[in-house]
């Protein structure tokens, strides 16, 4: 499937696929930082070099026929912030994205970001608890680049990267977390507080500076210099067990000690997405994590692939690239319940 056919599908890999711990943990990302030796930072590069480091990339991964190339200027604005919202590429990517380039394979799993902070951002994007996995993906595309790039290294500390905190390892790994039992008894900002302790980072949806939409949490690691890629991983999995374990429980206890709260929550959710005229953005994605909750505790019947495609299909962009044109907020309101209604109709 190549990247025209990426942007117009509302099936994602690592939303519609099974995974370990998938009724806490939506998805799995490791991701490591990279650049070429002897050509500036992005920052401060030339479109030469940008235009370099696109052809030198694309000729070092030629063995791997599955991954696709463009320049982010050959998408449009919409097509660009669906591969965004999909988390193929980062926000980062889109701001002066004229020297900036992706490389996506066709299963979605890997994507490669140029010319972002760093030349190279290697990512790997899998469903549920898998960070081990998406390390190896990721480290054995990393070892084909390396063969024929030659990467800004020093033996003291490592990768150099334009960002200091990325130096050493250049690995950031996270998972998104979906969290809504802890948010109803008001235990997240105490359990997020911990892990903030243990010099990991809690951010929302779409990373850094954004907000924590529909109960979804990203949880990372801060440190990259002075320890190993393994040692990062193992402690990030740990915490991230612990959470899921905090989450059960806090699920388990909400149904046995306030069921009928519980339902009336679930089925009043389901309702308005059913039946509602006007959804906003942020108001569609609570509801949908109302209703998730209630499929994992068997309070109702929904299939979690049809919830987890209307987060996608919500999403402003994907309303934009549905419509073929700009629509302002009350259209994208009426529109958004128009397909949500549709989808939710297509289950009876």
Not at 86 to 108: F, G, Q, R, T, Y
Not at 213 to 235: A, D, M, P, R
Request: hydrophobic share 40%; aromatic share 6%; charged share 25%.
């Amino acid at each position: 499937m190549g990247i025209k056919e990426i942007v117009n599908s509302t099936k994602i890999y690592w939303l519609t696929s099974d995974g370990p711990e998938r009724d806490v943990v939506v998805s799995s990302r490791v991701r490591i930082a990279r650049n070429l030796a002897d050509i500036p930072f992005p920052g401060v590069m030339s479109d030469a070099d940008a235009e370099s480091i696109f052809h030198a990339v694309k000729l070092a991964v030629a063995k791997r026929n599955d991954i696709e190339f463009t320049w982010l200027r050959e998408l449009s604005d919409a097509e660009r912030e669906i591969l965004m919202e999909k988390h193929l590429i980062s926000p980062d990517l889109l701001e002066n994205h004229e020297k900036k380039a992706v490389m996506l394979s066709e299963d979605e799993t890997i994507s490669i970001m140029l010319n972002e902070e760093d030349h190279l951002r290697i990512q790997s994007l899998l469903p549920g608890l898998q960070l081990e996995r998406a390390w190896n993906l990721v480290n054995e595309l990393d070892d084909l680049l390396e063969e024929t790039l030659g990467y800004a290294f020093c033996e003291q500390l490592g990768y150099l990267t334009s960002c200091p905190t990325n130096v050493g390892t250049g690995l950031r790994a996270s998972a998104m977390l979906h969290l809504p039992a802890l948010n109803i008894i008001n235990q997240i900002n105490s359990i997020m507080s911990t892990v903030s302790k243990l010099r990991l980072a809690v951010r929302g949806l779409y990373g850094e500076g954004s907000e924590a939409k529909g109960n979804l949490y990203q949880v990372s690691n801060q440190i990259t210099l002075g320890h190993t890629e393994e040692e990062i991983l193992k402690n990030l999995n740990s915490v991230i067990k612990q959470i899921i374990d905090k989450e059960r429980k806090a699920r388990k206890a909400l149904y046995e000690e306030q069921r009928y709260y519980l339902e009336d929550r679930v089925f009043r959710a389901y309702g308005t997405l059913k039946y509602a005229r006007l959804l906003t953005s942020n108001e569609s994605m609570n509801l949908i994590s109302d209703v998730k909750l209630g499929a994992n505790l068997k309070i109702i019947d929904v299939d979690p692939n049809v919830l987890n495609e209307l987060m996608i299909i919500t999403r402003p962009s994907y309303l934009t690239k549905y419509a073929g044109k700009k629509l302002d907020s009350h259209k994208r309101d009426i529109l958004r319940a128009e397909l949500v209604r549709s989808k939710l109709k297509n289950l009876n």
